[in-house]
Structure formats: C-alpha cells, structure tokens
C-alpha cells in the first residue's frame, strides 16, 4: 500500500496561506489522494480529494505534481480555528476494493 | 452530517475480557471500516468490509476480530482484552462510484484495559 510522508508540525500566521507538503511517492495510477483534518480527538473531517488535476472546494485547494509523488494542501487564509492536524491520505485499490491508509499528520497551528 | 454512530463511546474493562464495539450507519453505504489511534500514530486500520459478510485485515489486525451480518452495522470484537488494545477506536463509512467518495467517520469510542 502506498505511504505518505508529512512534516509532523507547522505554523502559520492568521490570515495567510498555510502550505500542507504530502510526499507519496509510491503511489499507483488508479490511487486518489484525500486530505482530511482532526481536532482535538474527533473524528477526522474530510476537506479535499483528487486524482491528477489540481482541486478547489470552498475549504482549500490541492495541487498535485504531474507525476503524483506530492501534493500540497493550501488554506488559502488560515484562522485560529484551522488549528489541527491535517492528513494526507492515499485511498488504496486492493482487488477492486479500497482503503484509506493514513500517515502520521501534521500539526498545524495558526497564531494570531 | 453523516449517519454514523459507535457505540459505546467509552468503556472501561479489564484485561482477558471480551468487548465488542459497534458502529451503525444510516447512509447504507457498502464500505464500513475500523480504526484505532494511538499517541504519537495517526489512524491505523485495523478491518474493513465492502459488503455484507464481506471483510477483510488492515494493518494492525492481531487480536480484533470483525463482523458485518447486516449492511448498517459492523462490529469489532477484541476476544480478550490486552492493555495494548488501550485506545480510540474510529469507525468509517465510504461509498464508490456515486461522485461522492469520501470517508465520514464516527466521534470515537475511549476504550481503557486496565
């Protein structure tokens, strides 16, 4: 199954950008990356997904490279409640079922 | 929000012990899957089901033991309780091919071996 790599912390200044690296480098072609955040303990919150092309949604958007071995994650402008760790997750294909293998996180924090 | 519930969400009990988690869904999706997190891992998969009666091992399967008889429910089933099961255990649901793909998970279940 493919892994994901992610720097284990992070912080960001409110209001700006907040730039999420995820590297999975042995992804296979038919396998979608997710991005999904946790706060405190609860249930992780999906925020994004995509395959090759780059990706928008009202929460962030995703950039991934053309030969799928990373992506970034991108708040384009971080609040106090964007504290969290965030995941990059590779939805693996295993004889036509799938699984959602996840790393180990980043912990963002935003200061004010 | 997604119709998914575990239950218990918290549970004490002592080592040799069976305990047994459920998670039901409402949403009548066919993946349903089990999770545990631990301090210093994120979620590591334990089982998951693509369908009724319909299983199969995750990454840390030893000791758990699953069930899925019915679409909404799936159980997780520690035969006999070992404080290294000491964990948040998640449940997930997912659907493939309806253009919504993503996972909803549960709120957790605290489970202490003491």
């Known amino acids: 199954d493919a892994k994901t790599t992610q720097p284990p912390s992070m912080d960001c200044a409110e209001g700006r950008a907040a730039n999420l690296p995820c590297n999975h480098s042995t992804i296979s072609g038919n396998e979608y990356v997710y991005w999904y955040r946790q706060i405190h303990s609860q249930g992780p919150q999906y925020i994004i997904h995509?395959?090759?092309n780059n990706e928008t949604n009202e929460m962030a958007s995703l950039i991934i490279t053309e030969d799928r071995k990373s992506s970034t994650l991108i708040l384009p402008h971080a609040t106090l409640r964007d504290t969290a760790v965030y995941y990059c997750?590779?939805?693996?294909?295993?004889?036509?079922?799938?699984?959602?293998?996840f790393g180990t996180g980043t912990r963002l924090k935003v200061l004010a | 929000d997604a119709g998914i519930t575990q239950s218990p969400r918290h549970k004490v009990t002592e080592t040799g012990t069976p305990v047994t988690l459920r998670c039901h869904q409402t949403?009548?999706?066919?993946?349903m899957y089990w999770y545990r997190q631990d301090p210093g891992h994120g979620l590591r998969l334990i089982h998951y089901?693509?369908?009724?009666?319909?299983?199969d091992k995750g990454e840390v399967s030893d000791g758990y033991s699953v069930s899925r008889s019915k679409t909404e429910d799936f159980l997780l089933t520690l035969e006999s309780a070992t404080s290294s099961q000491t964990s948040v255990y998640f449940c997930?649901?997912?659907?493939?091919?309806?253009?919504?793909?993503?996972?909803?998970f549960g709120q957790g279940t605290r489970l202490t071996v003491v």
């Open positions: 089901s693509y369908g009724v009666k319909d299983t």
């Open positions: 997750i590779v939805r693996a294909s295993t004889s036509g079922t799938y699984k959602y293998i």
């Open positions: 997930a649901i997912s659907e493939v091919g309806t253009g919504r793909e993503e996972a909803f």
């Open positions: 949403e009548n999706h066919r993946y």
């Open positions: 995509g395959l090759k």
